[in-house]
């Protein structure tokens, strides 16, 4: 699968980040450097794949796998491909043997201390004692932060598959529906669109609303309750991520003037912003902006109102207020302020793009106007 990677660009950033190369282990990295999708990965983690990237030389892809499948899916620059037998040899054998052959174990190599267990860490550094081991996490970061016109591509298409998805289930949701029923309709028109995989399906009603990603329950919806979802869905190797809020049968005037005043707040605050400001800026104006509008800051389990999106439903930067990283054209961000009021939680989330004007909707398809269930 087509992903925004250049190898010749990973190989320089590992040159002006110091090291030698990299031995990438994630899912997410792995996926958006070679594209190549094993499900096994996924459910089975100890059965590690590795890509060893030296910052000069050919990469190596290692893998418990048929030979078949991995070629099938590799790109064009990946020529060096080995598989391991389970049981008799594992991906850390194999990394050694490939860094002893390139002549790197004594090396600056970037491992993903996010993500490599202390179970292969443990055996890498005994393997390899004579290595120095940085961290090319922030590497990876880089790389993917900005997306390609096909990354673009396909993330609009999973944001707008969502997006219709959620729509054609509150037009058809009735009083009385669960939040299980809901939920029910709402993965069968992600599947039916082409998802691949539904990352999650957050749908909560009235007094459960405040809570944050519990599983749907048998909690009915009834007249003037809300009802709030927040789903995501993987497309190919790109991820959804939308967010909304519906009254049943009519607004409590109450809640939907609270419900504007935040929806006010994020387009007030995307209709400034430009490329160069600091993420971080973009958190506190966010939220420095609930006092004109004369609502209290959210409570919440974290201080994110947003972040990127791509092969993952959470990518750097997220939108916190320590971040220093620069708005950039190529970006795609959700921004999500939410507002708590008469113990009810409401929020709508969409997924925008950075140009070199500002920040637009990623797709024209969507309203701030609030929706109604079963009028």
């Known amino acids: 699968m087509n992903t925004g990677f250049e190898l010749e660009k990973m190989t320089s950033a590992l040159r002006q980040a ?37 910052a000069d030389g050919d990469p190596v892809f290692i893998a418990c796998e048929t030979m078949e499948t991995l070629t099938s899916q590799a790109p064009d620059w990946l020529k060096d491909i080995r598989c391991y037998r389970e049981f008799d040899k594992n991906a850390i054998q194999a990394v050694q ?29 005994h393997d390899c004692p ?24 396909e993330l609009r298409r999973a944001f707008v598959n969502t997006v219709e998805a959620v729509q054609e289930t509150f037009e058809s949701a009735e009083i009385g529906d669960t939040e299980a029923q809901v939920a029910d309709r709402i993965h069968r028109g992600l599947v039916a669109r082409g998802a691949e995989q539904v990352l999650f399906n957050i749908v909560v009603i009235e007094e459960r609303t405040p809570w944050a990603h519990p599983p749907p329950g048998e909690r009915a919806l009834q007249p003037g309750e809300l ?3 927040d789903v995501g869905a ?18 409590q005037p109450e809640l939907q003037q609270a419900f504007e005043a935040v929806n006010q707040i994020r387009t007030e605050v995307i209709a400034d912003l430009r490329p160069g400001m ?24 974290t201080l994110l109102i947003g972040h990127s999106l791509g092969i993952e439903v959470h990518e750097p930067p997220i939108i916190e207020p320590s971040a220093e990283t620069t708005l950039t054209s190529g970006m795609v961000l959700n921004i999500e302020p939410h507002v708590l009021t008469n113990g009810r939680c409401m929020a709508h989330e969409d997924s925008y793009l950075v140009t070199d004007d500002g920040v637009e909707l990623l797709a024209p398809l969507t309203t701030d106007t609030p929706l109604v269930i079963g009028a």
């Open 18 to 54: 110091g090291m030698d190369a990299a031995v990438i282990t994630s899912v997410p990295n792995l996926r958006y450097s070679t594209g190549i999708v094993l499900q096994a990965h996924l459910i089975l983690p100890l059965r590690l794949m590795a890509l060893v990237v030296p």
């Open 97 to 125: 043997e490939v860094l002893a052959e390139k002549k790197l174990l004594g090396s600056r190599i970037g491992i993903e201390k996010d993500y490599l267990v202390t179970r292969f860490w443990e055996q890498l550094r």
């Open 130 to 153: 004579r290595a120095t081991y940085l961290d090319v996490g922030p590497v990876m970061h880089e790389l993917r932060m900005i997306k390609s016109p096909h990354e673009i591509d």
């Open 227 to 229: 009802l709030r979802i």
């Open 234 to 251: 993987s497309f190919g190797l790109y991820c959804s991520d939308v967010g909304r809020t519906a009254a049943a049968v009519r607004w």
């Open 278 to 301: 600091r993420i971080g800026d973009v958190y506190s104006r966010t939220m420095g902006a609930y006092p004109k509008f004369g609502l209290p800051a959210p409570p919440i389990h």
